[in-house]
């Protein structure tokens, strides 16, 4: 009997136990974050590269949980919520939030520019999506052509024409929006004729390395140039030195966003930021 309940404890904490015993602890705890307000959003300002302003502000997910003693990375709890149906309040109230302090922002004489909300897979599978974004910009009393969707390809090609449905009524009421993590997916290229976006966000691991791998400015410059041939903006993200940003600008990318600039900011840092750049 000794034998045993000494293998089931060793089955209790081998890897699989506590990944586990990890996930129904986070499970749990994320249950309650909305209502104990453990959720706030971080602002990483997103740059043009002719006259380095400001162009726009990306609303990045943040959890302070109390019980888990710290912040929670979204690469953690987002597929959580997803796979729980959690993502649906989450994600409306970071919609919201995000529009929120936009029309804050303009109410404070600052120069309008949109904010960029990511949207999950099952967030985008609502049907009321486009009326409940429409219910929150008038609420927040904020101008739709001031708030920018991102999705990503894995979203986009899941039912292409519901997509495609989708995304028209979104852009019907002058919503932007731009395609997340470009290149890392699998859309074909003949699917990006059909959507209607506004802008490519090449995704981090091409910029990562472009100073070092000419596979990846080759493939950085095919990008931009297929966006200006479609007629989107292109930015550029996890831009961390100079020499990224130099390329960059180079290949005619047209903004970026990376710790180079700023890393996601406080709403109250961000603020700061942004009154900074326009002050005087
Ligand atoms: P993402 O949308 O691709 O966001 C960019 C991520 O790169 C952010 O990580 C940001 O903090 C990070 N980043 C920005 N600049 C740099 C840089 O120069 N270097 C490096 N190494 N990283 C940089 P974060 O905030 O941890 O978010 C991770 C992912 O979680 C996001 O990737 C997005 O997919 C998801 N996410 C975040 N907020 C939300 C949300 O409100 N809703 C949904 N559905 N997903 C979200
Ligand atoms: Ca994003
Ligand atoms: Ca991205
Ligand atoms: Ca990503």
Redo the contacts with the bound molecule.
Sequence with gaps: AKQQGRNNYQLYTSAIGTKVLERLVLENNLYKALDSHEFLL?Y?PQINLENGQIVGM????RWQSQDLGGLV???QF?PLAEETGL?SPI?EW?LRTACAQNRAWQLAGLPPLPIA????AR?FQNKNLASTIHQILKETGLDSQYLEI?ITESIAIQDMNFTIEVLHHLRNQNIQIAM??FGTGYSSLGALKHLPINKLKID?VFVRDLVRDSNDAAIIRAIVALGHGLNLKVIA????NLEQLQFLKAAKCDAM????FS??LSAEAATRLYQCQYAG
Excluded at 117 to 120: D, I
Excluded at 257 to 260: P, T
Aim: glycine fraction near 10%.
């Design positions: 971080h990483q990306e609303a990045l997910l990375s979204p690469l987002i993502i994600g970071v909300v990511n949207l999950s967030q991102e997340d993590d981090r993200e996890g831009v961390e966003q990376g710790y180079l890393k996601p």
